[in-house]
């Protein structure tokens, strides 16, 4: 009987280190799984914490989730690799002032040298000082990788008379504005999830208003990659062209007027002075012909007056008659 009670207790000894094993193994295959749900779980909560529950609880329900929706989008973007920009971004600006013999062949090597490089002519302005010089400013767009062979090709065209350049790195700015677009592109999708599990009008209202908000946004945000694309892509150089400087006009002649300068001036004064008086003359001639019409017309109509009145008769008394005297 011992013998029996001895072996029936080692056996559920066995058996109970047997089930101990198995709930240890369990326990540890559950800690791993655990772990593995709470990772999981953990990249789910970046793409949205708290779901939209059914049919929303108030009107401020929609506006209240999308706040956290837009918070958890940022930290998913976060967590995200940045997008990286391919290679370094620079902005080229150069300015150039030339000196040539013929302004408008000036021009069109200087289009011809920026088209052959897969340019164009951004901005062209061409104005004439007298009948015989002009100047030329314009707004050149070449790409970068040719900007140094054009600028040297302009630069040669003629004398130089000044030159400036800058570059200006924005790598760090084309970074920076790919990582928020991408980042207000996944909040535009999340709010439109919303917006299709909406039930209630004055959820979708709500939705919608943010959804226009963060759509705008986004349409800046792909403007500043648009100017940064064209300005880091095509560099711009501004060139002006002039003439050579007038004969004269380098001090070799005197500048102090002299007798025949003043004579001329003065005959010019001269004839303009009676060019003037002879278009005054000229405007006031037709009221001076009508005022001596009138004057004219008033001289013979007072003659003729005159010559109709009678004359005044004058009673002359007789010699040695005396008027009677008033006493």
């Known amino acids: 009987m011992r013998s029996e009670k001895k072996s029936g207790r080692s056996f559920v000894r ?3 280190a047997l089930v101990a094993g198995s709930l240890g193994l369990l326990l540890a295959v559950g800690g791993c799984g655990a772990s593995g749900d709470a990772s999981d779980s953990g990249a789910k909560a970046a793409d949205g914490k708290a779901a939209p529950r059914e049919g929303f609880a ?9 706040a956290p929706e837009e918070q958890a989008d940022g930290k998913a973007a976060g967590k995200k690799a940045a ?19 013929s302004v408008p062949r000036a021009v069109a090597a200087a289009r011809g040298v920026v088209e052959g490089a897969g340019g164009l002519v951004a901005t062209e302005n061409t104005e004439r000082l007298d009948d015989t010089y002009e100047t030329s400013h314009l707004v050149l767009r070449v790409p970068q990788e040719r900007f140094q062979e054009v600028l040297r090709e302009l630069a040669g065209s003629g004398k130089l008379l000044s030159r400036a350049s ?9 970074v920076d504005v790919e990582s928020r677009i991408s980042t207000q592109r996944a909040s535009v999708a999340r709010v439109r999830e919303l917006m299709d599990q909406a039930e209630k009008i004055s959820d979708v209202v709500a939705l919608e208003g943010e959804l226009s908000s963060r759509q705008s946004d986004l349409e800046s945000l792909l403007a500043q990659q648009a100017s940064l694309k064209d300005r880091t892509s095509l560099a711009t150089i501004t060139l002006d062209l002039t003439p050579p400087d007038a004969p004269g006009d380098d001090g070799s002649k005197d500048e102090d007027p002299g007798f025949l300068d003043a004579l001329g001036g003065g005959w010019d004064a001269f004839v303009t002075m009676l060019r003037w008086i002879a278009v005054a003359f000229g405007a006031a001639f037709p009221f001076l012909l009508t005022a001596a019409l009138a004057v004219a017309v008033w001289r013979v109509l007072r003659k003729r007056g ?6 005044p008769a004058v009673a002359a008394s007789p010699a040695g008659e005396e008027r009677p005297s008033a006493s």
Request: cysteine-free; overall charge positive; charged content about 30%.
């Open 14 to 16: 066995a058996r109970a």
């Open 58 to 66: 108030d009107e401020g329900g929609a506006a209240a989730s999308a």
């Open 83 to 101: 997008p990286k920009a391919e290679g370094t971004h620079v902005i080229r600006t150069a300015t150039l002032s030339v000196e040539v013999k």
């Open 166 to 174: 800058n570059a200006k790195d924005v790598t760090d700015q084309v």
């Open 306 to 311: 005159a010559a109709r009145r009678p004359a």
